[in-house]
């Protein structure tokens, strides 16, 4: 459960900062959508582990569900990123 629970909070506080600490970039919703996405591409190897162990499997078993879901949450952030830097 450590980690899946740690991911989240971590998650929830960054939101949480940034909606009530940085206004202006949480105004922007291009800038929030890179953020949302660095934070998933980070947190996805631990959130999966996290589910993974949760229904009771194997992690050693399923060790190419993380990266899959890892590759895609990167290809995510990347898309975000040339996304971002194309309006900016």
């Given at each position: 459960?450590f980690?899946?629970?740690?991911?989240?909070a971590?998650?929830?506080?960054?939101e949480f900062?940034?909606?009530f600490f940085?206004f202006n970039?949480?105004?922007?919703?291009?800038?929030?959508?890179?953020?949302r996405?660095?934070?998933l591409?980070?947190?996805?190897?631990?959130?999966?582990?996290?589910?993974?162990?949760?229904?009771?499997?194997?992690?050693?078993?399923?060790?190419?569900l993380?990266?899959?879901?890892?590759?895609?949450?990167i290809?995510?952030?990347?898309?975000?990123?040339?996304?971002?830097k194309?309006d900016?």
């Open positions: 459960m980690f899946l629970i740690i991911p989240i971590c998650i929830v506080l960054i900062y940034i909606r940085q970039i949480a105004r922007h919703d291009k800038k929030m959508r890179l953020i996405s660095l934070e591409a980070f947190f996805s190897p631990f959130l999966t582990i996290g589910m993974l162990r949760a229904k009771g499997e194997n992690v050693d078993e399923n060790f190419w993380v990266i899959m879901l890892t590759t895609v949450f290809g995510l952030l990347v898309r975000n990123y040339l996304d971002y194309k900016s």
